[in-house]
């Protein structure tokens, strides 16, 4: 399956995802060595960077980021933004679904926040095998993952998306070292003036063995 030209429209139609998401600003926050200078040592990738609100803060964090997608336009709006903002960051449009040209273990850490599971199963578990070979040993892989029984259509209506069980994230992380699993739920206060559960997903945080 290649690139799902809905994405190329969808970012066309509409700017979509300003700030970075919460819960890997929390991951970055423990894992991300304090002292700012020394963060441009640290090889980040954001795969299915879209617009790019996780390479934005990551760039004005110091780190040193490649961002990844398969839209050209959503590329693009990232160029604009980062360039306005005078920073810096490596842009590469490849399909998640084809073999990554980057070398083995050239990435410290890698964001995939709701990125690998557009595809079939074996094509996510391929895809983040693929992550395990470009990331370092010790490095860390930060994933979120749509839970099989989530309600919400944003994972839904762009193409093929896998909506994943435990059992397939067993399988899909069988190639690290270890890697902690927390179910996720985000409520909805607008809804009928009731909470309501509107996105439910696994985030888990991966470490290729030494």
Request: hydrophobic residues 35%; aromatic residues 12%.
């Amino acid at each position: 399956m290649a690139f799902d030209e809905l994405w190329e429209k969808t970012h066309q139609d509409r700017l979509w995802g300003l700030y970075p998401n919460e819960q890997f600003t929390f991951f970055m926050r423990r894992v991300g060595p304090e002292i700012r200078d020394q963060r441009k040592n640290i090889q980040v990738l954001d795969i299915g960077c879209g617009q790019g609100s996780n390479t934005w803060f990551l760039a004005r964090e110091g780190y040193a980021v490649t961002a990844l997608d398969g839209s050209s336009t959503a590329l693009f709006r990232l160029y604009n933004r980062l360039k306005a903002e005078d920073l810096g960051a490596q842009l590469v449009r490849a399909d998640l679904h084809e073999p990554l040209q980057f070398p083995d273990g050239g990435f410290d850490l890698i964001c995939d926040v709701h990125a690998s599971c557009y595809g079939t199963q074996e094509q996510v578990g391929a895809t983040i095998k693929e992550l395990h070979r470009i990331l370092k040993p010790g490095g860390s892989l930060f994933s979120m993952l749509p839970k099989a029984e989530c309600r919400n259509e944003h994972f839904t209506k762009h193409g093929n998306c896998h909506l994943s069980t435990h059992e397939d994230i067993l399988t899909f992380f069988r190639w690290f070292y270890g890697f902690g699993c927390m179910r996720t739920i985000c409520i909805d206060m607008h809804q009928n003036e009731r909470e309501q559960p509107f996105l439910d997903y696994w985030t888990l945080e991966a470490v290729k063995g030494v």
